[in-house]
């Protein structure tokens, strides 16, 4: 069984920077790839980055050039680096993790971007 456990999350005024991290948990899996999607009230959940088993990256155009998705495979642990943040990236992030047979989701951590 995977457990997902996403920190970092909270409130930062628009301009600033926030990383959240989602460390997995379990075995006798394998990996297809990682990421981080979000919600934001009144919308449907989104994706927002994703990093391959090879360390290939892909990001929604909202994000792409402002937020960075990385991983350390010793810790288990998948980050996402969020920069110039402003009001529109208010939402709940979730982590998840893929593998061969189903996808796996944290329980999500808020971040509120407001003055």
């Known amino acids: 069984q995977v457990q997902l456990v996403e920190s970092g999350g909270g409130l930062v005024q628009p301009g600033g920077s926030l990383r959240l991290s989602c460390a997995a948990s379990?075995?006798?899996?394998?990996?297809?790839?990682k990421g981080w999607s979000r919600q934001a009230p009144g919308k449907q959940r989104e994706p927002v980055a994703r990093?391959?088993?090879?360390?290939?990256?892909t990001y929604s155009d909202s994000v792409k050039g402002r937020f960075a998705i990385s991983r350390d495979n010793a810790k288990s642990t998948v980050y996402l680096q969020m920069n110039s943040l402003n009001a529109e990236d208010t939402a709940v992030y979730y982590c998840w993790l893929q593998t061969a047979f189903q996808t796996y989701w944290g329980q999500g951590t808020q971040v509120t971007i407001s003055s």
């Open positions: 379990g075995s006798g899996f394998s990996i297809n790839a």
């Open positions: 990093i391959s088993v090879r360390n290939m990256t």
